[in-house]
């Protein structure tokens, strides 16, 4: 069967894998970029669109960030993480945060409680709506991956779900040396998570810790 990964999902010291106030012009809240600054600096988020000053980097960073696309068949994310509409689409003319080519090349499952048509991108990124728990969005995910691997994008509810459900083979946590204080956690309700997966950590140069969990019996 195949599996459930999670990749470059970042959190603060105090467990925040977003800030509060999402809007338009902050995907991430007063949280700001500070989450992303270790993925903006690498060669693989460079190539995804993300632009900043410095040289983009081949070290620790890009080898996990890498990680991310190959073997990925169809994405699952939350409503909150294709944008901050709220309620019911009063139309749909917005599109995503990612322009007309996403950066997901895949078939994307967008978990909420108003569904509407699929939407067609450039590049082979398709956005199916549906109104589904864990379990029935997994179905449906896995039917459009084929037998490649179905990768849980986020936000931060999304994944978290999905942990509870124990439905995630794999996942990839990046620790962000900063504190946010507020906004919404990953860690709430989940105790004795650790106990399920095997856990590694990789120090980087660049401040922050990845964390890979992989878990220890087969489903």
């Known amino acids: ?3 459930v990964r999670v990749h470059n999902f970042s959190v ?3 467990g925040f894998g977003t800030g509060e106030g999402q809007q338009l012009d902050a995907p991430f809240g007063h949280a700001g970029s500070r989450l992303l600054e270790w993925a903006i600096a690498t060669r693989t988020f460079r190539a995804m669109g993300l632009h900043g000053e410095s040289v983009a980097s081949f070290g620790v960073d890009d080898a996990f960030a890498s990680a991310w696309g ?3 068949g169809v994405e699952i994310m939350g409503r909150n993480k294709f944008g901050p509409v709220r309620g019911p ?3 749909e003319e917005w599109m995503g945060w990612w322009g007309d080519n996403p950066v997901f090349h895949t078939p994307v499952v967008v978990l909420t409680h108003h569904p509407r048509p699929v939407l067609a991108m450039e590049g082979g990124t398709t956005f199916h709506f549906v109104d589904a728990d864990p379990v029935s969005a997994l179905e449906q995910a896995r039917a459009l991956a084929g037998d490649l691997d179905v990768r849980i994008g986020g936000g931060v509810s999304t994944v978290r779900q999905f942990l509870e459900a124990d ?3 794999h996942m990839h946590i990046v620790l962000v040396p900063i504190v946010l ?3 919404e956690r990953l860690w709430d309700g989940l105790e004795g998570l650790d106990q399920r997966f095997d856990i590694e950590a990789t120090a980087s140069p ?3 810790v990845h964390l890979v969990f992989t878990r220890r019996t087969a489903r």
């Open 1 to 3: 069967m195949s599996l």
């Open 89 to 91: 689409w009063k139309d």
């Open 181 to 183: 204080g507020r906004g």
């Open 167 to 169: 439905l995630i083979d």
């Open 12 to 14: 603060s010291l105090d």
């Open 70 to 72: 190959p073997g990925i």
């Open 206 to 208: 660049s401040g922050v």
